[in-house]
């Protein structure tokens, strides 16, 4: 592992933050999904709605569930998913696998969503856990198999999180990771978005902030929860009609220099902020989880392809060739050969490792 870099100053915006609505540092994003009403927009594949093979994403994802699936071992009992979200792969999977518990960790209110999307869904054999990923509730080799998708890089200490992973599975034992392989555009990416949130039943709005850093490999996100009437409303609506307007970059509203969409827009809303957070999350590049995997204890650690963006590049061909709306029930398997085809392949943009 390389020695610890020194934090880079803050950014104007930051620096402003800091004076008008100083944020609670959070120590995981977990607590800032506590503010989301649904993960993707409540357009969970699978999860909210049903496959359609004219949407990209959904290629993606129907591959990327049959990539985990076959990643978990023959005559597996236990699997335990990291930060499903809204039951993401826990829900998929455990249908697929009805001989297999699924456990699923996160938050207590993604726990709440999650159990009921799988009693909404039918799917008896997906259990849910609210707790935090670096002191995993469960006894040491519990689990015959680890998956994630974008969870593990969302703890401050990511070396804590393998360590518990490696402790909790059994020698054998198998884990897949899909995280975000931390190759910016540019030495530092500046995001805002604007969208809906919700906390003990109540809408609230959110103005976030988000500062990519290519290195040190960090993602600082800052977030305002705001009342959904009044004159924060109308600000927000206002950011809004201009967020649309502007560039976009990782799905969110790229922040250009003198935007009004960075200090002006957050001091007009700080009066009337209800809370203020910040997270810093450390990113990595696979080359860095591989070594990261070995010293937490695992055996094996290789980097492959990523099925699902292969999976997205086929979908996107087969829709413009007017080819994919004829597949009806052929999807799934379509899509999941392609999966399972492309996942072992050789690759840095995903993890397998072995216990
Ligand atoms: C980007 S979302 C991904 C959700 C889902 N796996 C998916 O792919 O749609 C990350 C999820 O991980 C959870 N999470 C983040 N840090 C966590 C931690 N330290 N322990 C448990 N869950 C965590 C968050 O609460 C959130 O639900």
């Keep these: 592992m390389s020695d610890p870099t020194p934090e880079p100053p803050l950014t104007a ?60 071992p023959v005559g597996a009992r236990w699997v335990l998913d990291v930060g499903p979200g809204d039951g993401w792969p826990a829900l998929p999977v455990a249908y697929a696998r009805p001989e297999v518990v699924v456990v699923g960790l996160d938050s207590p209110r993604r726990v709440a969503t999650c159990e009921a999307n799988a009693r909404r869904l039918g799917i008896p054999n997906a259990r849910f856990v609210a707790g935090d990923a670096d002191a995993l509730p469960f006894g040491d080799a519990a689990f015959d198999a680890v998956l994630a998708s974008y969870s593990l890089e969302e703890a401050a200490e990511p070396e804590a999180v ?23 555009p540019a030495p530092e990416v500046e995001t805002v978005l604007l969208p809906d949130g919700e906390r003990r039943g109540e809408r609230v709005l959110l103005y976030s902030y988000v500062r990519r850093i290519a290195d040190p490999a960090l993602e600082r996100r800052y977030i305002l929860a705001l009342p959904s009437e009044g004159p924060a409303a109308s600000l927000h609506t206002d950011g809004l009609v201009a967020a649309s307007a502007a560039p976009r970059a990782f799905g969110e509203t790229l922040l250009e220099a003198g935007s009004p969409l960075g200090a002006p827009l957050l001091e007009r809303l700080a009066p009337h902020a209800l809370a203020s957070m910040c997270v810093e999350m450390r990113r990595w590049t696979t080359a860095w989880l591989v070594e990261a995997l070995h010293e937490a204890g695992f055996r094996e650690a290789r980097g492959t392809v990523h099925p699902g963006d292969l999976a997205r590049r086929a979908g996107r061909e087969l829709i413009a060739g007017a080819t994919a709306e004829h597949l009806g029930g052929s999807f799934e398997a379509v899509a999941g050969a392609l999966g399972r085809a492309t996942g072992r392949l050789d690759g840095d943009a995903m993890v397998e490792a072995v216990r």
């Design 13 to 72: 915006l930051e620096q402003r933050w800091h004076e008008v609505a100083p944020p609670v540092s959070l120590d995981s994003a977990r607590a800032m999904y506590e503010w989301m009403p649904k993960q993707r927009g409540g357009q969970l594949p699978w999860v909210d709605v049903p496959y359609d093979p004219q949407r990209e994403q959904h290629w993606s994802d129907a591959a990327r569930v049959a990539d985990y699936v076959a990643h978990i």
């Design 162 to 184: 393998l360590r518990e992973l490696a402790r909790v599975l059994r020698p054998g034992g198998a884990l897949r990771a899909a995280y975000q392989d931390w190759r910016l």
